[in-house]
């Protein structure tokens, strides 16, 4: 897809991944339009690229068709919907089931259900002008494990089925669906600040064992995922290796993945 004069709209655009995606397409000559629940920062971003600072909150559908609606007021239609907007709320002390019900809705609103809207109101539209590009940030947690967070993991591996599905369902109207699969990244998510300094260890799951990439790294794989018309995109190219690992043999991944948490833990006999 031409990013040049495209109109863009990034939710999460304040902060970590989706605010170097906005330089990005900016600098790749698109409009952009940052939408975050932080307006204040929303608009800092936006300053700077001359762009439209937008408040939205991604867990409601209204919030998003009113977003749309405004950056195609200002911009024209929109060609590029990034929902990249995530949260991670962590288990709680007891285990993979014991986080409240508040924070499994709040990971599943926000990193999935967000994505169905964003497909709802963006495909019919994209359809009758002959296409368009949905990317969807989801984690390498949606295709392995995230220890430590099982809502967000839950929430991950729904938006990645989600994404096949939008994939293989409107591939033939034209719309191009860019799935992203970062392991960890440099953003206040796992605790660092907006400059990228550390701010000490986060225990963010060991999802850092092949280490952590800078936003604009990522960034640009998915400028070139996009580009490239790809639909899967892999920050930390040992992700391949180990989905295949997974996918040939199920019970050794788990097994695999039991000892790594008793490593993390400590609790290695
Ligand atoms: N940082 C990582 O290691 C990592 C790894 C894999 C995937 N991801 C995913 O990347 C995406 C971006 O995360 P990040 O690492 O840049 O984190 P971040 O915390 O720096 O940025 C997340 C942004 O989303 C916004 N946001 C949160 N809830 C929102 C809501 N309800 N409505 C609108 N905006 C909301 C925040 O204000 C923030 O600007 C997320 O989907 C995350 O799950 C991150």
Same mark, same amino acid.
């Given at each position: ?6 109109? *863009? ?11 170097? %995606?906005?330089r990005a397409l900016h600098a790749a ?7 975050? %629940?932080?307006?204040? !920062? $929303? ?15 991604? $867990?409601?559908?209204?919030e998003i068709i009113d977003v749309v609606?405004?950056?195609? $007021? ?10 990249? *907007?995530?949260?991670?709320? =962590? ?8 986080? @409240? ?29 002959? =296409? ?6 989801? !984690?390498?947690?949606? %295709?392995?494990?995230?220890?430590? +967070? ?15 599905s939008l994939a293989i369902t409107h #591939? ?13 990244? *440099? ?15 986060? #225990? ?30 892999? @920050?930390?190219? +040992? ?7 997974? *996918? ?22």
């Amino acid at each position: 897809m031409e990013l040049n004069n495209t109109a *863009a709209l990034v939710t999460g655009g304040a902060h970590g991944i989706g605010r170097a %995606l906005c330089r990005a397409l900016h600098a790749a000559g698109a409009r952009v339009a940052v939408a975050d %629940l932080d307006f204040a !920062s $929303a608009r800092g971003v936006a300053a700077e690229i001359d762009g439209l600072a937008l408040k939205v909150d991604v $867990a409601n559908e209204q919030e998003i068709i009113d977003v749309v609606n405004r950056t195609e $007021a200002e911009f024209g239609p929109v060609s590029l919907f990034v929902s990249n *907007a995530g949260v991670a709320c =962590g288990d709680g002390p007891n285990g993979a089931a014991s986080a @409240p019900d508040e924070h499994w809705r709040t990971c599943l609103d926000v990193n999935l259900m967000a994505h169905v809207y964003a497909a709802r109101v963006m495909i019919p539209r994209m359809k009758t002008r002959g =296409g368009g590009c949905l990317v969807n940030v989801a !984690s390498a947690a949606g %295709l392995l494990c995230q220890i430590g +967070e099982a809502a967000y993991t839950a929430s991950k591996h729904a938006a990645v089925a989600f994404a096949e599905s939008l994939a293989i369902t409107h #591939g033939d109207d034209g719309i191009q669906v860019c799935l992203v699969c970062p392991q960890a990244v *440099a953003t206040r998510m796992t605790g660092f600040d907006d400059d990228g300094q550390a701010e000490g260890e986060t #225990g963010f799951g060991g999802n850092d064992v092949d280490g952590i990439v800078s936003s604009d790294y990522v960034a640009d794989c998915i400028l070139d995922g996009i580009r490239e018309q790809r639909f899967l995109v892999l @920050p930390h190219p +040992e992700v391949t290796t180990y989905f295949q690992r997974k *996918a040939a043999d199920h019970d050794r991944w788990v097994a695999g993945m039991q000892r790594f948490r008793r490593r993390m833990f400590g609790e290695d006999a």
